[in-house]
C-alpha cells in the first residue's frame, strides 16, 4: 500500500463516520475508496465491516450521557442485533462473489433512495414522542424482530441499515434524536462486530486496508454525535443520497457493461 492510499483510507474512514452518523450511509464513502485501492467487491466489503468496529467504538465512547438508563433495553435489542448480525454474515460467506458485484449498485441504490425519502429524524421523533404521550412506548417484541431484520441486512452490507433502525427506534420509543442515534449506534455496533468477527477467520479481508479505515472511522466516530447535536441535516441527507445514486449507477455500469 502506497502512502497515498493509506491517507485516502483514513480520511474516507474520517469521512464515512460523518456521514454514518449525519444519513446512516457511512459506505458511500469508505466502499468506493477500497475499491480505488483494488480490492475486489467482496474483499471491499468485509474489509470495510472489519473497519466499521472502531467507527462504532467511537460513536458510543462518544454517546454515554444519551445511554444512561436505558441498560434492559439495550440488552434485549443487543441480543437481537447479535444474532442478526451472525446470519447476515452467514449469507454474505454464502453468496458467490460475482453475485455479489452484481448486487452491491442495487444495494447502494436502495439505501440512498431511504435516505431521500425517509423524513427528518427530529420530526420522526416528535411523532414518536406524540405517540409515546398518549399509548406507553410498545418496546416488546415486536421491536427486537425488527432489529433482528435490520441486523441481518446490517451483517451482510449495511449501507442505510442505520437510517433504518434510527427511524424505528424514534417511531416506536418516543425517544429525542440524540438518545435514540445513541442506541442505534450500539445495537448496529453489535451487528457489525459479530460480522466482523466472522468475517475475520472467514474471509478475504484485506487487514493493510482495514488498519488506515479504522483509524479513521473512530475519529468520525467520535465527532459523528457531537455533529448530529449541532448541524442542520436535511440538506446534508439530500446531497448524501443523491452522491450515493450517482455512485450506484457508476457501479451499475461498472458490473453490467
Known sequence: MTVLEFVLLVLAGVGGGLTGSIAGLASLVSYPALLATGLSPLSANVTNTVALVLNSVGSVSASRPELSGQRPRL?????AAVLGGLLGAVLLLLTPADAFELLVPFLIAAASVAILVQRPPRELAAEGAADAAAHPPRDHWGLALGTFLVAVYGGYFGAAAGVLMLAMYLL??????PRGNALKNLVLG??????ALGYAFLADVDWLAALPLALGFFVGGRLGPRVVRRVPQRLLRRVIAVAGLALAVHLGIDAYG
Open 172 to 177: 416506536v420509543l418516543g425517544e429525542g434524536v
Open 190 to 195: 453489535l451487528a457489525n462486530l459479530v460480522a
Open 75 to 79: 440488552v434485549r435489542l443487543g441480543v
